[in-house]
């Protein structure tokens, strides 16, 4: 099974600032025939379920702001938020999809 | 666009089973181009998928190994929904459940698997006697 873990486990940051999480697998999720990565990154807010944001790791889903990008490969992924909304204070979760999925343990968003 | 609208209790006793139903509306359980999966949600387990069902000309489900001996998920055509049931449930089963959709297998990049979107509002089922 591959593992993910996140980091920080959470952070503040001053509206209109940059925040960056940090998503680690166990194992490579590159897949070298088509040279994708299979990861996600998702949005939760309390008391709803998680919002899918990015797939293959840097394809923004349709109707996401721009604010909000993926990068990385392999084994080492990055979620930015660029300039930080109020509304953009949520966990968020990194998943795998090489293998039987499998999701970080999230990482917290809070305003300075 | 696609809702999911969950269903069913939030108590449940020791070693009864868990039992929850998916409704959907703006696509089919039977849709060549969707899979629909049950994912749980818990502090100690974090998020957990548990299982699929597709459709691709006859039924597939797959199943999470911590969980293969005591789930079964069936779709319901008749009336465009899909079930999770969970046998012999513990406390370790108190969980925040949801289904959500997602490409079915080889949808494309001849990828089994992939990411989950939309997803249903959410059922805490408790565990307890």
């Known amino acids: 099974d591959i593992v993910m873990t996140q980091s920080p486990d959470s952070l503040a940051v001053s509206l209109g600032e940059r925040a960056t999480i940090n998503c680690k697998s166990s194992?490579?999720?590159?897949?070298?025939?088509?040279?994708?990565?299979?990861l996600a990154w998702y949005q939760q807010k309390p008391g709803q379920p998680p919002k899918l944001l990015i797939y293959?790791?840097?394809t923004r889903e349709s109707g996401v702001p721009d604010r909000f990008s993926g990068s990385g490969s392999g084994t080492d992924f990055t979620l930015t938020i660029s300039s930080l909304q109020a509304e953009d204070v949520a966990v968020y979760y990194c998943q795998q999809y090489y293998s039987t999925p499998s999701f970080g343990p999230g990482t917290k968003v809070d305003i300075k | 666009q696609v809702q999911l609208q969950q269903s069913g209790p939030g108590l449940v006793k020791p070693s009864q089973t868990l039992s929850l139903t998916c409704a959907i509306s703006?696509?089919?359980?039977?849709?060549?181009?969707?899979?629909w999966n049950w994912i749980r949600q818990s502090p100690s387990r974090g998020l957990e998928w548990l299982g699929r069902t597709y459709y691709r000309s006859k039924w597939y489900n797959d199943y999470a190994v911590s969980v293969k001996s005591r789930i079964t998920i069936n779709p319901d055509t008749s009336k465009n929904q899909f079930s999770l049931q969970l046998n012999s449930v513990t406390p370790e089963d108190t969980a925040v459940y949801y289904c959500?959709?997602?490409?079915?297998?080889?949808?494309?990049?001849?990828?089994?698997?992939?990411?989950?979107?939309?997803w249903g509002q959410g059922t805490l089922v408790t565990v307890s006697s």
């Open positions: 293959w790791a840097s």
């Open positions: 194992q490579s999720v590159l897949y070298s025939s088509n040279n994708k990565n299979y």
């Open positions: 703006g696509d089919s359980v039977s849709s060549n181009s969707a899979a």
């Open positions: 959500a959709r997602g490409p079915p297998p080889f949808y494309m990049y001849s990828s089994s698997w992939y990411w989950f979107d939309p």
